[in-house]
């Protein structure tokens, strides 16, 4: 009969190993410290993995709150009506899918990464240009 080997420190199922143990104790923290230093060795992009992960959130919360804002924003000049802020979403939504197809043949012949360095920069340029605008028009 076969005995699977335990996948967290290579020993038979059904006993325990002293490492086992000692590690269960915490009493063998400098091993586990080298254990962890070592693995961080074999993976260097986990950490860049969470920093990427980290910035598209921001990323992505920022723009969903300036959209939110923006129309809250409408809806505070126009009271009464929804009228000019479903008329910004539309317009904004509109462009999106007209120039969808563009865009992605631009970033399919462009380098990836300038392309996507290029695109964060006019995303923030003209989020700053409507704020200015409105600021400007109505503030």
Known sequence: ????????????????????????????????ESQHHSDDAIHPFKKIARRLYLSHALSTWNSRMFEFGAVLFLAEIFPGTLFYASFYALIRALFAAMLSSWVGGQMDKSHRLKAIRQSISELYSMQNIEALLMDYFWG
């Open 1 to 32: 009969m076969r005995t699977w080997a335990n996948p967290c420190d290579c020993q038979p199922v059904g006993g325990f190993s002293s490492d086992l143990i000692a590690k269960m104790d915490g009493s063998a923290n400098s091993e586990l």
